[in-house]
């Protein structure tokens, strides 16, 4: 999950990401509720299925809701060493780049709604059209393509 605090108003982005395609879900909420991260976990078992393991770390967020949540579907859930971000460094890297290439452009007050549109378009620039070293220079919806999966344009929700 990353904090978003601009103009004084509190957001958080719940990130996923395929490790192997680099494609990506980001789940907008305006708090940082083990209810947001079940919609979160909701969203990228539409988009990745039931058939991951996911690996996070020891927020509060990760549990009651989230957690009952991922038992139910019988996925694996792995928690990282406290204060450890490099035990998730794929995570980790997109938030960085999140926060670099998107929230750091434009630092001021905007709605869900708007933050929303502005990652939106982020995370298609993300998928569609700038190459990973890591996928051999490869766009992950070029590299999904060489694996006969297809990345669609989506929304990420907003509550």
């Not at 035990?87 to 890297?93: A, I, M, R, Y």
Request: some cysteine; glycine content about 4%; proline content about 4%.
């Amino acid at each position: 999950m990353k904090h978003i605090y601009l103009g004084g108003v509190k957001q958080y982005a719940f990130v996923a990401v395929d490790i192997y395609t680099k494609e990506a879900v980001i789940h907008l909420g305006r708090q940082p509720s083990s209810f947001q991260a079940m919609l979160a976990l909701d969203k990228t078992v539409d988009i990745f299925g039931t058939e991951m393991v996911i690996v996070n770390d020891n927020g509060s967020e990760n549990y009651k809701h989230a957690y009952n949540y991922l038992k139910s579907h019988s996925i694996t859930q792995y928690f990282t060493r406290p204060h450890t971000p490099k035990d998730k460094p794929h995570v980790e890297n997109l938030i960085g780049k999140l926060q670099q290439e998107c929230l750091d452009e434009d630092r001021s007050h905007m709605t869900l709604e708007e933050r929303e549109a502005q990652i939106i378009t982020w995370l298609n620039d993300y998928h569609y059209f700038r190459p990973h070293q890591a996928l051999n220079y490869l766009t992950p919806a070029e590299f999904c393509d060489t694996l006969g999966i297809t990345i669609l344009r989506r929304k990420v929700s907003t509550m």
